[in-house]
């Protein structure tokens, strides 16, 4: 079964670009790549979405090389709220949604 | 708009009993996605309906796991004679249409088997 993984964790300083690699070996013709940012006692929030090359938004670029087996998160200027821990999400053929280990990123004043 | 919710927020309940854990999901949502998440784990799926229909359960553990969405709207996660192991959060979420969308989530329901 296909699974993606990432970092289990990684540390920053305030103001500084952060950059979160997913590796997706098996996706699939239709599959897009969605993250998720999860903090303490609360469900994933959305940050954001692609299927190939970049996409940006308010929050974060997402950086898709035409292999598409793996992504990149990308985090400008991370700030202490940032603080939480990001899940990378794969929408595999079959309907079935399979969540990376997740980053724990910490940011450091 | 209101977002998904879900009750009750913590349950407590003993080994071998039957829970009943509900999901509202955006009204307008098509898909509705139930997953478990342990402590320190992503979450993991469970099943995923689109309207009334299950449209793929093969995450539900066994069969003591069941869901149903009768109306296309609410839907209920009941777990039959709960054991310890069914200890975790169960996370709800619904999303416009297929499962490509992107996926809104609830808080979530800690469940503790004593």
């Known amino acids: 079964l296909a699974k993606t993984t990432q970092p289990i964790s990684m540390d920053s300083y305030e103001g500084q670009e952060v950059n979160i690699t997913c590796s997706h070996n098996?996706?699939?013709?239709?599959?897009?790549i969605t993250w998720y940012q999860q903090f303490p006692s609360q469900g994933p929030r959305f940050i954001i979405q692609?299927?190939?090359t970049k996409v940006t938004n308010e929050v974060a670029s997402l950086f898709i090389p035409a292999d598409r087996k793996s992504s990149t998160l990308s985090l400008p200027r991370v700030s202490l709220s940032d603080t939480a821990v990001y899940y990378c999400?794969?929408?595999?053929?079959?309907?079935?949604?399979?969540f990376g280990t997740g980053t724990s990123l910490t940011v450091i004043p | 708009g209101a977002g998904v919710s879900q009750t009750p927020s913590n349950k407590v309940t003993e080994k071998g009993k039957y829970v009943e854990l509900r999901c509202d999901p955006i009204?307008?949502?098509?898909?509705l996605y139930w997953y478990r998440q342990s402590l320190g784990q992503g979450p993991e799926f469970l099943i995923y309906?689109?309207?009334?229909?299950?449209?793929?359960d093969s995450g539900l553990p066994n069969d003591r796991f069941f869901a149903v969405r009768p109306e296309g709207s609410v839907s209920t996660l009941k777990i039959q004679r709960t054991e310890r192991g069914d200890s975790a959060v169960y996370l709800c979420?619904?999303?416009?249409?297929?499962?490509?969308?992107?996926?809104?989530f609830g808080p979530g329901t800690r469940l503790l088997v004593l």
């Open positions: 979420a619904s999303s416009l249409g297929p499962p490509q969308e992107t996926q809104y």
């Open positions: 098996n996706i699939a013709t239709n599959d897009y």
């Open positions: 692609g299927y190939k």
């Open positions: 999400l794969v929408g595999f053929t079959g309907n079935q949604f399979y």
């Open positions: 009204s307008g949502h098509t898909a």
């Open positions: 309906f689109q309207g009334t229909g299950a449209a793929d």
